[in-house]
């Protein structure tokens, strides 16, 4: 992006020395300005490649290919939806490993909210890759692809005002810490389902464990693929011993959090 504006401007400005030239020959200034084209327009294609390099890499979409583009405000912003919803918009992010209690967290959370009268909605990983994220395999890119879009789309409901609850395995502490650094200190709260993988394998509700210890599912988390725990969540819900708290236990445990935080009124 920074590449591609400072080769815009010197674009510009070549143009502009054109006027330099006035006292040269015709054809020796034709020479140079097509020189000076051929190298700009190669550059330029230098600086896309690496552009759509960076985008498909593990780095995540860390630059923005719209160019000239201007932010509009409208007069009724983020506060305003808060004080009609009496709530905080915020981004509950729950992440770990498959068959740790992701989903259900989730769903015994947005029940509490609502019947305390608070807004939310749920963003589970498993249903964004049957619409927006179908496009998108389970290779470090396209993970990371994942989380970005989940990220950008739970802004967008915190700016709408809503507690919205993304459950997603999230495996890589960077893109994690890429949708904390998109929403103002204190919006992102990480609850981190710290389940130890014997459990969870054990659980297998869909049978995926099975079929990854069998090779027919390759690079499944926890089995042959990584899962970065997180050094610094906000919450973290761990068994007591051998035991796990029922889903409305720790469900109450971020409830508690979120009004402690003062998110539950404007
Ligand atoms: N290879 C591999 N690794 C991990 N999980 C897999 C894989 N293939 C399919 N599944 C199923 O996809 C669900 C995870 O999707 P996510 O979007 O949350 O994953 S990620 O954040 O992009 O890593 C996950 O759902 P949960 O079990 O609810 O976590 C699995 O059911
Ligand atoms: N607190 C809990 N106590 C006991 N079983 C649980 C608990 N939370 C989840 N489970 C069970 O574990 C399995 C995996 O839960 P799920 O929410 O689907 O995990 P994830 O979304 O992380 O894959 C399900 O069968 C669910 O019923």
Redesign the pocket.
Same mark, same amino acid.
Do not use: C
């Given at each position: 992006m920074i590449i591609n504006y400072s080769l815009r401007i010197d674009f510009v400005r070549a143009k502009s020395t054109k006027v330099g030239f006035a006292n040269f020959p015709l054809s020796c200034r034709q020479n140079v300005t097509s020189a000076w084209s051929k190298f700009l327009s190669a550059k330029w294609k230098e600086a896309s490649l690496k552009t759509s390099t960076e985008i498909n890499s593990n780095e995540g979409s860390v630059c923005n290919k719209s160019m000239n583009i201007v932010w509009h405000k409208c007069s009724v912003e983020k506060i305003d939806r808060q004080e009609l919803l009496q709530q905080r918009g915020c981004v509950i992010w729950i992440t770990g490993l =498959?068959?740790s209690g992701? =989903?259900t967290l989730a769903c015994a959370l947005t029940r509490a909210l609502h019947s305390r009268g608070k807004l939310t909605y749920v963003l589970d990983? *498993?249903n #964004? %890759?049957h619409g927006l @994220?179908s496009d998108l395999t389970?290779k470090p890119q396209d %993970?990371a692809e @994942? #989380?970005r879009r989940i990220g950008e789309v739970a802004k967008v409901f915190s700016d709408a005002g809503v507690i919205c609850i993304a459950s997603? #395995? =999230?495996?890589y502490r960077k893109d994690r810490d890429a949708c904390r650094s998109i929403l103002p200190d204190g919006d992102f709260i990480e609850v981190f389902m710290d389940m130890p993988l014997h459990v969870c394998e054990a659980r297998d509700p869909?049978g995926?464990y099975k079929l990854a210890r069998a090779g027919k #599912?390759e690079?499944?988390?926890g089995v042959d *693929?990584p899962y970065e725990a997180p050094l610094n969540s906000e919450i973290v819900i761990q068994m007591e011993g051998e035991v796990c708290s029922s889903p409305e236990v720790m469900a109450e445990k971020v409830v508690c959090y979120l009004d402690a935080k003062g998110y539950l009124q404007a």
């Open positions: =498959s068959g992701k =989903s990983g *498993d #964004i %890759r @994220n389970f %993970r @994942n #989380i997603v #395995i =999230s495996p869909k995926l #599912i690079g499944f988390t *693929d």
